[in-house]
């Protein structure tokens, strides 16, 4: 209990790093120049997504702590081999969606990308090799990095802003490295790349075509609608941004609890899961819903209004992706790689359908909101439909 207590602790200070970092960005800038950073910024946290399914899983099975630092040190390796792609993927097409327009923020975002993604490697590792005080120590010198600065803030750029979060972040890197005595191994890291374990390349999957949906709406909100329809999403995001705490709680956390377990205790753990998700979406989505206007406008700035407007369907959504990430858990742990593949795809369909179609056929950012909230509805039932046929077809 008290490891998983740090890891809930750590989950707080990643996420309140970044979200410092998206406020004060977000009161640096005007409505619509925010609203293309946060397209960069929505391809950063794709590829940070697609890192952490990809090289998080598989740290997260591994069941000993031998093993667990051995595939650290090869998912550091992979993530060093892949960090000129990583840059590029999120500089081209943020850069093309967005015209070239605020470049030196595109640039910075993207320059920061392979240290978020070693970064959050190392704290898989740390957290599967059951020292959770590592992660927490890496995570809170970015947070306090980030907090130092927040009182002179208003008097700086937000290049000056994002160039001390991406040094923060080296700095979080570099504590984490010293504190598990791993480093790179670039040999294991080319022989992962090259064979990619099954279930591990399932969840990446099922992050590439669930995040690459997400973006191609976010793109067409700002292409047919405008930009600033795009930072009301990211705003709203970021309001309900702490809820990602609990899902990378289950992810980083209780996935190598359940992967140490015996299967047929997959059901329960679960649905138990499921209920203390859920329990906790319903309280957060409640207080953001109540936030005054002027907190509001304190956290986002001209964003705010934008933001207000959406935000009940955002909790909708976020009611939907923690009962996935339940379901999804179980998937994981028994393998189902094939199901994984299934869910997602459909999933990832119907939310690049409906998000377009909203934003093309309607032009209103709210019916684009409410179009996400119903296709995340849909990938719990699936997810739990795929998991229920799984344990009865163990079971017999």
């Known amino acids: 209990?008290?490891?998983?207590?740090?890891?809930?602790?750590?989950?707080?200070?990643?996420?309140?790093?970044?979200?410092?970092?998206?406020?004060?960005?977000?009161?640096?800038?005007?409505?619509?120049?925010?609203?293309?950073?946060?397209?960069?910024?929505?391809?950063?946290?794709?590829?940070?997504?697609?890192?952490?399914?990809?090289?998080?899983?598989?740290?997260?099975?591994?069941?000993?702590?031998?093993?667990?630092?051995?595939?650290?040190?090869?998912?550091?390796?992979?993530?060093?081999?892949?960090?000129?792609?990583?840059?590029?993927?999120?500089?081209?097409?943020?850069?093309?969606?967005?015209?070239?327009?605020?470049?030196?923020?595109?640039?910075?975002?993207?320059?920061?990308?392979?240290?978020?993604?070693?970064?959050?490697?190392?704290?898989?590792?740390?957290?599967?090799?059951?020292?959770?005080?590592?992660?927490?120590?890496?995570?809170?010198?970015?947070?306090?990095?980030?907090?130092?600065?927040?009182?002179?803030?208003?008097?700086?750029?937000?290049?000056?802003?994002?160039?001390?979060?991406?040094?923060?972040?080296?700095?979080?890197?570099?504590?984490?490295l010293v504190g598990l005595r791993v480093r790179p191994d670039l040999r294991a890291g080319v022989r992962a790349l090259r064979s990619i374990d099954r279930t591990s390349g399932s969840v990446a999957y099922g992050t590439v075509v669930m995040q690459g949906a997400s973006i191609l709406v976010v793109s067409a909100v700002g292409a047919s609608i405008s930009d600033a329809a795009a930072g009301s999403i990211r705003g709203a995001g970021t309001l309900v941004g702490p809820l990602n705490v609990l899902l990378a709680f289950v992810n980083l956390a209780l996935t190598p609890a359940l992967a140490r377990r015996s299967r047929s205790a997959d059901r329960r753990f679960c649905l138990l899961t499921a209920t203390g998700v859920l329990a906790v979406v319903i309280v957060w989505g409640a207080m953001v819903l109540a936030l005054p206007d002027r907190w509001g406008t304190a956290l986002l700035g001209d964003t705010w209004d934008g933001a207000r407007s959406v935000l009940p369907f955002t909790v909708l959504e976020y009611v939907g992706v923690g009962l996935a990430a339940a379901w999804t858990l179980g998937l994981k742990v028994r393998g189902e790689a094939g199901r994984l593949i299934r869910q997602k795809t459909v999933v990832a369909m119907l939310t690049a359908a409906l998000g377009v179609t909203a934003a093309l056929a309607v032009g209103e950012v709210r019916a684009v909101s409410l179009a996400l909230a119903v296709s995340a509805g849909v990938g719990a039932a699936v997810g739990w439909w795929h998991l229920r046929i799984s344990i009865v077809r163990t079971t017999g």
């Open 1 to 176: 209990m008290r490891q998983r207590l740090v890891v809930v602790a750590d989950q707080g200070a990643s996420s309140l790093s970044n979200l410092l970092a998206v406020v004060l960005v977000a009161r640096a800038l005007g409505e619509q120049e925010f609203g293309r950073f946060a397209i960069a910024y929505a391809i950063l946290v794709s590829a940070l997504g697609v890192s952490r399914s990809w090289f998080g899983t598989s740290i997260s099975l591994r069941t000993t702590r031998e093993a667990v630092r051995a595939e650290t040190a090869a998912s550091l390796g992979a993530l060093s081999v892949l960090s000129p792609l990583l840059l590029l993927v999120v500089m081209v097409p943020a850069w093309a969606v967005t015209d070239g327009r605020d470049a030196v923020l595109t640039c910075l975002v993207a320059v920061s990308t392979p240290v978020v993604c070693l970064q959050d490697a190392l704290r898989f590792g740390a957290v599967a090799s059951r020292r959770p005080g590592v992660a927490l120590a890496s995570d809170l010198t970015w947070l306090l990095a980030m907090a130092a600065i927040f009182p002179v803030a208003n008097r700086l750029g937000a290049a000056v802003l994002l160039s001390a979060w991406t040094a923060a972040a080296v700095a979080a890197l570099l504590v984490a």
